[in-house]
């Protein structure tokens, strides 16, 4: 079975440093996508970054990058010189069969400033 | 600006009374979601469609039900809304392909209350 997982419910971290939320997924297939919403309090998810995993090279946009690791079935993001703005809930997610996404459970990311 | 739309944003209804949610959308997408989400919890799906072929959750409650008139409509419609039915409803667009393949986009949600 398809299935994603996020093992940290929450995360804090201070202001300005740098911060992993982790995902791990499991998957048969060999050319897919992954990607990381972001999930602000009463406000519109969107995508924060997606990777393709037929390429090596870890995506990066902006403070968000990933470590994609294809054999450890691993993708987990990490943000630079956390800022306020950045507290919210975050969600990996994975394309499953039919368009659909298989979503993990969530981290929410705690600002402390 | 391409977008999804939802309205109404907020919505209060009675226990029991029916209930519709539309979502309208101006990125062409072939394929449009309803999803329910309850506080803090990742997004459930409801069902999708893939242009006008229906595909419904297996354990979406028969209290769901859905319409997609055109390629830019999806309305969401709960027949006898329950206490439980409460959350926040998101639609979401996608389409199966070029380089934005399979990223969904997602509306502000509707945030229903039943009371």
Same mark, same amino acid.
């Given at each position: 079975a398809q299935t994603v997982t996020q093992s940290q419910p929450e995360m804090s971290v201070q202001e300005a440093e740098t911060v992993t939320l982790s995902c791990t997924y499991d998957t048969s297939e060999s050319d897919y996508y992954l990607f990381w919403y972001k999930q602000p309090p009463s406000r519109q998810m969107i995508l924060v970054i997606r990777q393709e995993a037929y390429k090596q090279q870890n995506a990066t946009e902006n403070r968000f990058s990933v470590n994609f690791q294809k054999a450890a079935k691993s993708f987990s993001l990490k943000i630079s010189?956390?800022?306020?703005?950045?507290?919210a809930m975050y969600f990996c997610a994975y394309p499953g069969l039919g368009s659909q996404l298989i979503w993990g459970a969530g981290t929410k990311l705690i600002i402390k400033p | 600006d391409a977008m999804v739309i939802q309205n109404p944003r907020y919505q209060v209804t009675q226990f029991g009374k029916p209930v519709t949610l539309s979502c309208s959308q101006t990125?062409?997408?072939n394929v449009m979601y309803w999803y329910q989400q309850k506080s803090s919890q990742a997004p459930k799906l409801l069902f999708h469609y893939y242009d006008k072929d229906f595909n419904n959750e297996? !354990?979406?409650?028969?209290?769901f039900q859905s319409r997609r008139p055109n390629t830019s409509f999806c309305f969401l419609d709960i027949r006898s809304p329950g206490l439980g039915d409460a959350a926040m409803y998101l639609c979401a667009t996608s389409r199966p392909?070029?380089?934005?393949? !399979?990223e969904q986009f997602f509306g502000p949600g509707t945030r229903l209350t039943v009371l």
């Amino acid at each position: 079975a398809q299935t994603v997982t996020q093992s940290q419910p929450e995360m804090s971290v201070q202001e300005a440093e740098t911060v992993t939320l982790s995902c791990t997924y499991d998957t048969s297939e060999s050319d897919y996508y992954l990607f990381w919403y972001k999930q602000p309090p009463s406000r519109q998810m969107i995508l924060v970054i997606r990777q393709e995993a037929y390429k090596q090279q870890n995506a990066t946009e902006n403070r968000f990058s990933v470590n994609f690791q294809k054999a450890a079935k691993s993708f987990s993001l990490k943000i630079s010189d956390s800022q306020l703005g950045d507290a919210a809930m975050y969600f990996c997610a994975y394309p499953g069969l039919g368009s659909q996404l298989i979503w993990g459970a969530g981290t929410k990311l705690i600002i402390k400033p | 600006d391409a977008m999804v739309i939802q309205n109404p944003r907020y919505q209060v209804t009675q226990f029991g009374k029916p209930v519709t949610l539309s979502c309208s959308q101006t990125l062409n997408h072939n394929v449009m979601y309803w999803y329910q989400q309850k506080s803090s919890q990742a997004p459930k799906l409801l069902f999708h469609y893939y242009d006008k072929d229906f595909n419904n959750e297996a !354990d979406t409650p028969d209290n769901f039900q859905s319409r997609r008139p055109n390629t830019s409509f999806c309305f969401l419609d709960i027949r006898s809304p329950g206490l439980g039915d409460a959350a926040m409803y998101l639609c979401a667009t996608s389409r199966p392909t070029g380089p934005s393949r !399979d990223e969904q986009f997602f509306g502000p949600g509707t945030r229903l209350t039943v009371l």
